[in-house]
């Protein structure tokens, strides 16, 4: 039993953080990368989340910042509420929250009234005047609803059918109707991407390469695989999973001979692992020494219990070799470990097509069109 966790005796920061690994999403549209040496599944209930995970916030130059408003905000906008701010950090998702009972209607109403009053104490009297707004909402204050006016419902940006109670609590109310007007989809034009609240230990380039890596992952460039190089470069001590992120994007931007450098950054015992593997068989490829290459690829797809990006990429060179036999195995086996990959499906229905194998190849095409039907 002391191996497990209560939540309800942590400290409130580390209480939130196990919330926080999944309702904490500053931006959508850049999703926080995790700490080089952490895997998506290493935080544990009682850890400090930014010890794990580094959440990303942005600009959009469309609107202010304070108007930016998603579907997985309920964190964001609270750590901006009065309320949490004024609790110096003694507020959290439990505060209000049963995480084993869901509340609706009336039930909810008055649950959520009785955590206000937790803290507001002075709220019946300020609001039991019956010529007030707050008296106009209801017959008693008992049945008065503080969520309703003080954290409204808002339409969400990225999912503009649904709303979302908005959990930036306010002081003063919005009496505007537009909260719920139906939106139109939303382009953002980011601006900025910056760390959320960084660990105060992150030093200075390592943050700088955090959110480098962070525009580099969304496909975001403007100089971001410069800034990530250089940022890497100064790093005490870097983790080798530094150099290999590095080398991928590098590789991704077809920048064969940095890649390279990169790799020869590693130490000899991590140059032999599949990733470094992976990314020497792409820079291989691209500096036309499509055999070893191939070779690379092809033992790491044999050795590899899940590795779906070596037999793709073996497929896609064993078909611009005109090899379709070895493409068509390839890029069957990439299928089957990754189904939903409509790119997969697509080129192996090239070299289906090529082999003279209509009908399968008119099966994978369909399943690509499936997927992505665009």
Request: net charge negative; proline share 6%; with cysteine.
């Amino acid at each position: 039993r002391s191996s497990i966790v209560q939540p309800g005796k942590l400290d409130w920061p580390t209480r939130n953080d196990v919330c926080f690994q999944c309702h904490l999403l500053p931006a959508v549209e850049v999703i926080g990368p995790r700490r080089i040496d952490r895997d998506w599944y290493d935080f544990r209930p009682g850890q400090r989340l930014r010890d794990d995970a580094l959440p990303v916030d942005v600009s959009d130059a469309s609107m202010p910042d304070d108007d930016r408003f998603q579907i997985n905000h309920h964190a964001w906008r609270m750590l901006q509420s009065p309320c949490y701010v004024g609790s110096k950090g003694e507020m959290g998702c439990t505060s209000c929250h049963d995480p084993h009972v869901r509340r609706v209607g009336a039930e909810a109403s008055g649950w959520y009234r009785e955590r206000c009053l937790a803290c507001h104490e002075d709220l019946p009297r300020a609001h039991g005047d019956a010529s007030t707004t707050h008296g106009d909402r209801a017959n008693s204050a008992d049945e008065r609803d503080c969520i309703a006016c003080h954290m409204p419902k808002r339409r969400t940006q990225d999912v503009v059918e649904a709303t979302m109670t908005d959990h930036r609590v306010v002081r003063h109310i919005d009496a505007s109707d537009t909260r719920l007007a139906p939106r139109a989809p939303h382009v953002p034009e980011l601006t900025d991407i910056r760390l959320f609240d960084p660990p105060a230990e992150l030093g200075s380039d390592e943050a700088k390469a955090y959110r480098a890596l962070a525009a580099l992952d969304h496909g975001i460039g403007g100089g971001a695989l410069d800034a990530l190089a250089r940022h890497v470069a100064r790093i005490d001590d870097a983790h080798p999973s530094w150099w290999l992120r590095l080398a991928r994007h590098q590789a991704g931007a077809a920048r064969w001979d940095d890649a390279a450098a990169a790799l020869a950054k590693l130490p000899k015992s991590e140059q032999t692992s599949p990733d470094a593997r992976f990314i020497a068989a792409l820079v291989a490829a691209g500096q036309g020494h499509r055999g070893e290459a191939r070779a690379l690829l092809a033992d790491l797809a044999r050795t590899q219990a899940f590795l779906p990006e070596a037999s793709y990429n073996l497929g896609l060179l064993a078909l611009r070799d005109g090899d379709t036999a070895t493409a068509i195995r390839a890029l069957t086996e990439a299928t089957r470990l990754r189904p939903l990959s409509a790119a997969s499906w697509l080129r192996l229905a090239m070299a289906q097509h090529q082999a003279h194998q209509p009908e399968a190849a008119r099966t994978s095409l369909t399943r690509a069109l499936e997927i992505r039907p665009d």
